[in-house]
């Protein structure tokens, strides 16, 4: 099982703001699939909780990733910034997906580079 966090490229964040919406997509995907199916959450957790950053080209690429993903029954959390420092508030930065089977998975993000 995996989790891919897909963050926007074609927007200038810092690492450190990189690193902050990697972080909400993961938690809050990781948190619905936990309500959702502790079975499955668990054997994620008890597996290493393998996660995967992924370049997403731009915000639309990530809506339709997104229905993808909603259309496998696989969990999705749309990151959109609060604004607070350097990127407008409500601009999409990440998309997490899953976890869920890492076949699944890649169903939705397999064509997508590293970030």
Do not use: C
């Not at 690429?61 to 259309?71: P, T």
């Amino acid at each position: 099982m995996k989790q891919v966090i897909v963050l926007r490229s074609d927007i200038k964040l810092s690492k450190g703001k990189s690193a902050a919406q990697v972080a909400h997509a993961s938690l809050n995907a990781s948190l619905k699939v936990m309500n959702h199916s502790k079975t499955d959450f668990d054997s994620w957790m008890d597996n290493g909780a393998k996660k995967v950053v992924l370049k997403g080209e731009n915000e639309d690429q990530l809506f339709e990733l997104m229905s993808i993903a909603r259309a496998l029954d696989v969990s999705t959390s749309l990151v959109r910034d609060a604004g607070h420092t350097e990127i407008e508030s409500g601009t999409v930065t990440a998309l997490g997906v899953g976890p869920d089977r890492d076949e699944i998975i890649d169903r939705i993000t397999g064509d997508l580079k590293v970030y």
